[in-house]
């Protein structure tokens, strides 16, 4: 949660840079969307009541989030 967390609160144009031309922090730091994917299949594998719970603090970051998510791990585009 910690790279995701440290992902949205980046300023917009810092995004916008990251979506573009990359990150180099993400090899050593961790991905951030592969951070997001795994909380999501995390809170699909959680009893219902704690996955309540951190969904709700993951949908607050979520609405941090400034661009829209891409279609992680699908071969759309």
């Known amino acids: 949660m910690r790279v995701w967390r440290g992902h949205v609160h980046r300023s917009e144009r810092q995004l916008r840079h990251d979506?573009?031309?990359g990150n180099v922090h993400w090899y050593c730091?961790?991905?951030?969307?592969e951070a997001r994917a795994l909380l999501e299949?995390?809170?699909?594998?959680?009893?219902p009541r704690a996955a309540r719970e951190l969904r709700e603090i993951i949908?607050?970051?979520d609405?941090?989030?400034?661009?829209?998510?891409?279609?992680?791990g699908s071969d759309a585009g």
């Not at 730091?29 to 969307?33: A, E, I, K, R, V």
């Open 59 to 61: 949908d607050k970051l």
């Open 19 to 21: 979506y573009e031309w």
């Open 41 to 47: 299949t995390v809170m699909n594998a959680m009893p």
């Open 29 to 33: 730091c961790g991905n951030p969307l």
């Open 63 to 72: 609405a941090v989030h400034r661009l829209p998510l891409p279609p992680y």
